[in-house]
């Protein structure tokens, strides 16, 4: 369940604070970590869900408080809180409210909800990559084409995941009206491919391996080998908090952007941020299924190239709108903030 942002303040950020020293310390040197709590900090609670795709929000997290017992008393002391969702409705509510002020959402849901006049912006991708399109290992189906009047799971129409789907069957000529499209939370899609409940799930990890590990699923599509540059996830904030501590903001997107560029950079980073994001701070997930994601292929998610190119939104946006899950065209800068990208230095992650 989502974590209740309207907790009491001392409380609350007692139990966070010591949660995530605890964390740290599994993969820190306690001299790290001596005076981490010595100092005051600004810290910004940011929503998430317990998926791969946002894997770069754990180990910000962790490299933050990292820094935080490592620096001078001087140095600005920011921190960041991970708050678990258990989906986008449940996220999009908190940010509309003002209960959180940043959080991973959906790229094409934060162009509608920006167009809405909800003051929101992007200032950073968090992942490329990640969806795949699972069917079982024991089906027939070894082409894209054969799941014609199949049952097909989906996140949600507003999803990328979707718009992923809707490319595979224009590339075979289909249309939507060729398959049997079945909207459905992503923790149930391994169970339902599992009791033939629907013939495949195209979804974000780790719910495709969790099926693929278990051995009764496998990969038909992944956005790797079909979708390159698919972007799913993005850093979203509050406008207000963009004019109330630009500072705040900035250190955010470096600290993002220096995740993704650590995790990128070799294999026992990965293996640390498995450690990190399945602990009870974070996912709360068996560390093997966030293992299998990482491992097959090494490339199935990647974190490394976070840059706003315009064109990957506009084409992201005409897909919407032909999806009609997007009624217009909305302008880029309407939902986009590119004042931070543009400025940020990838925060050196040492973990």
Same mark, same amino acid.
């Given at each position: 369940?989502?974590?209740?942002?309207? $907790?009491?303040?001392?409380?609350?950020?007692?139990?966070?604070?010591?949660?995530?020293? &605890?964390?740290?310390?599994?993969?820190?040197?306690? !001299?790290?970590?001596? #005076?981490?709590?010595? /100092? /005051?900090?600004?810290?910004?609670?940011?929503?998430?869900?317990?998926?791969? #795709? %946002?894997?770069?929000?754990?180990v910000a997290c962790v490299a933050r408080a990292a820094e935080n017992g490592a620096n001078r008393a001087s140095d600005p002391q920011f921190s960041y809180e991970y708050s678990k969702y258990s989906g986008w409705p449940e996220i999009k509510e908190s940010l509309m409210a003002g209960r959180i002020q940043a959080?991973?959402?959906?790229?094409?849901?934060?162009?509608?909800?920006?167009?809405?006049?909800?003051?929101?912006?992007?200032?950073?991708?968090?992942?490329? !990559?990640?969806?795949?399109?699972?069917?079982?290992?024991?089906?027939?189906?070894?082409? @894209? /084409?054969?799941? +014609?009047?199949?049952?097909?799971? =989906?996140? !949600?129409?507003?999803?990328?995941? @979707?718009?992923?789907?809707?490319?595979?069957?224009?590339?075979?000529?289909?249309?939507?009206?060729? =398959?049997?499209?079945?909207?459905?939370?992503?923790?149930?899609?391994? +169970?339902?491919?599992?009791?033939?409940?629907?013939? +495949?799930?195209?979804?974000?990890?780790?719910?495709?391996?969790?099926? *693929?590990?278990?051995?009764?699923?496998?990969?038909?599509?992944?956005?790797?080998?079909?979708?390159?540059?698919?972007?799913? #996830?993005?850093?979203?904030?509050?406008?207000?908090?963009?004019?109330? %501590?630009?500072?705040?903001?900035?250190?955010?997107?470096?600290?993002?952007? &220096?995740?993704?560029?650590?995790?990128?950079? $070799?294999?026992?980073?990965? %293996?640390?941020?498995?450690?990190?994001?399945?602990?009870?701070? @974070? @996912?709360? *997930?068996?560390?093997?299924?966030?293992?299998?994601?990482?491992? %097959?292929?090494?490339?199935?998610?990647?974190?490394?190239?976070?840059?706003?190119?315009?064109?990957?939104?506009?084409?992201?946006?005409?897909?919407?709108?032909?999806?009609?899950?997007?009624?217009?065209?909305?302008?880029?800068?309407?939902?986009?903030?590119?004042?931070?990208?543009? =400025?940020? /230095?990838?925060?050196?992650?040492?973990?």
């Amino acid at each position: 369940m989502p974590t209740n942002p309207e $907790k009491p303040k001392s409380r609350r950020f007692l139990r966070r604070r010591q949660i995530l020293q &605890g964390a740290i310390a599994a993969v820190l040197p306690a !001299s790290l970590l001596s #005076c981490a709590g010595e /100092k /005051k900090e600004k810290s910004l609670i940011v929503g998430g869900l317990p998926v791969t #795709c %946002n894997l770069t929000l754990p180990v910000a997290c962790v490299a933050r408080a990292a820094e935080n017992g490592a620096n001078r008393a001087s140095d600005p002391q920011f921190s960041y809180e991970y708050s678990k969702y258990s989906g986008w409705p449940e996220i999009k509510e908190s940010l509309m409210a003002g209960r959180i002020q940043a959080a991973y959402m959906l790229a094409p849901l934060v162009m509608d909800l920006a167009d809405r006049k909800i003051p929101l912006k992007i200032v950073s991708l968090g992942h490329r !990559s990640g969806a795949v399109i699972m069917v079982r290992t024991d089906s027939p189906y070894q082409h @894209f /084409k054969q799941l +014609a009047g199949k049952r097909i799971a =989906i996140p !949600s129409r507003f999803a990328v995941d @979707f718009l992923f789907l809707r490319k595979m069957l224009a590339q075979e000529g289909m249309t939507p009206q060729d =398959i049997q499209i079945v909207e459905m939370a992503p923790p149930d899609m391994p +169970a339902a491919l599992y009791a033939n409940a629907v013939d +495949a799930y195209c979804t974000g990890e780790p719910f495709g391996a969790a099926a *693929q590990r278990a051995g009764y699923a496998r990969t038909l599509r992944m956005t790797r080998d079909e979708w390159r540059n698919y972007i799913c #996830c993005v850093l979203t904030v509050r406008e207000e908090l963009i004019e109330q %501590n630009r500072p705040l903001v900035q250190d955010l997107v470096d600290h993002v952007l &220096g995740a993704g560029v650590w995790l990128d950079a $070799k294999q026992e980073n990965r %293996n640390k941020a498995v450690t990190i994001a399945a602990g009870k701070t @974070f @996912f709360n *997930q068996d560390p093997n299924i966030i293992q299998f994601v990482m491992d %097959n292929p090494t490339d199935r998610v990647t974190y490394g190239d976070l840059r706003m190119i315009r064109a990957e939104f506009e084409e992201l946006m005409q897909l919407s709108i032909e999806a009609g899950t997007i009624k217009h065209e909305i302008p880029y800068t309407t939902y986009v903030d590119e004042s931070f990208a543009r =400025i940020a /230095k990838p925060a050196a992650i040492a973990l």
